[in-house]
């Protein structure tokens, strides 16, 4: 499993991940040993797959902060003070400056 680290020492947590290297292996092992039927659903999924894995850091995290501000219902303007308070109340761990910075990755990966 890997993670992505917290942007201050001092306020650090860890975002973890599944590993997806292990899953788009076995989505393409799966396609190799698949019957017709199923290999347009699979090739979809590893589309996926590559599709995620090939995000950056940056980009994870602004998919983790518009899922956390989906999960509290917010849907305004993920650049607006708004946003940051519901942020911190998705997660009340975040301290403001790490809020601040996840944010600021939200609004430079817009989806």
Known sequence: MTGITGLDRSRAFVLPLKDSDAIL???RQALADAPPEERPGLERAVALVES????????LCARWVRAR?????FTGDVAS????KALRKAERSLGLLTAVELQKKAVAHPE
């Open 25 to 27: 292996a076995a989505v």
């Open 52 to 59: 995620t894995a090939a995000a950056s850091e940056d980009e």
């Open 69 to 73: 501000l989906a999960d509290v219902g």
């Open 81 to 84: 003070l708004s946003a940051l």
